[in-house]
């Protein structure tokens, strides 16, 4: 069950990559942090993903050596 979340989360980032999830993201303005709305959703879905693999990792290896 745990592998299907995690399968499915992946799933609905990659999905806010491409057609039709960038449709969300599609705009110039507002600036967020200096940069066009779409850099940072891209930049925003990037760093989810890091950090879901990062907690995907340590769950898989917790306790191992």
Do not use: H, N
Request: aromatic share 20%.
């Amino acid at each position: 069950m745990k592998k299907i979340c995690w399968t499915i989360w992946f799933g609905i980032l990659l999905g806010g990559m491409v057609w039709p999830g960038i449709i969300l993201g599609d705009r110039v303005e507002p600036f967020v942090l200096g940069f066009p709305f779409l850099f940072f959703w891209f930049i925003a879905i990037i760093l989810l993903q890091l950090i879901s693999l990062l907690l995907l990792y340590r769950s898989e290896y917790k306790g191992r050596k």
